[in-house]
């Protein structure tokens, strides 16, 4: 169904490992990112929950 060609892990190489492993920094960078950017949403959204609330009360 899906062809993947190409297929890369961004993985970080520890510093204590005695064989160091290859990794691409900027997509591990961009995964970084990403996996960071939706707990981010959802703590914006908790904020943002009670602040609706308490308009829909006064209006």
Known sequence: MFEIKNLAIATF???LMIMQRKYDKQLYKAQHLIDNFFPKIKQYLAMAKP???KLREIS
């Open 13 to 15: 190489a520890r510093g």
């Open 51 to 53: 602040v609706t609330i």
